[in-house]
């Protein structure tokens, strides 16, 4: 069964940086898609960036791109999410999640991890 676990969120100050990771297991997922998706308090998820486990093919919200980027190590089954020039609106939970090629949806999830972004 897959099972995602996120960690490396906390407290920063705008204009700061953070980097998430998400170590995934259960799978190989050479035919699965890895994401970040994000909820603040009171507003739906949010996807943020995406990437293809076996391409490494990267898709980005408006709102993060040049800012974000997504990665992964496929030896140490991996996803990082690098967040630079943070902004208060940036803050929320961020959940790692997985899903195959073939859908459209996301199928599993992980834990989430808070970032606060102060200004």
């Known amino acids: 069964q897959v099972q995602l676990v996120e960690s490396g969120g906390g407290l920063v100050q705008a204009g700061g940086s953070l980097r998430l990771s998400c170590a995934a297991s259960g799978d190989t997922f050479s035919n699965y898609v890895m994401g970040w998706v994000r909820q603040a308090p009171g507003k739906e998820r949010e996807f943020v960036a995406g990437?293809?486990?076996?391409?490494?093919?990267?898709s980005y919200a408006d709102s993060v791109k040049g800012r974000f980027a997504i990665s992964r190590d496929n030896a140490k089954n991996t996803v990082y999410l690098q967040m630079n020039s943070l902004k208060p609106e940036d803050s929320a939970v961020y959940y790692c999640?997985?899903?195959?090629?073939?859908?459209?949806?996301?199928?599993?999830w992980g834990q989430g991890t808070q970032v606060t972004v102060s200004s």
């Open positions: 999640a997985a899903r195959t090629t073939g859908r459209s949806e996301y199928k599993n």
């Open positions: 990437i293809r486990w076996s391409s490494g093919r990267t």
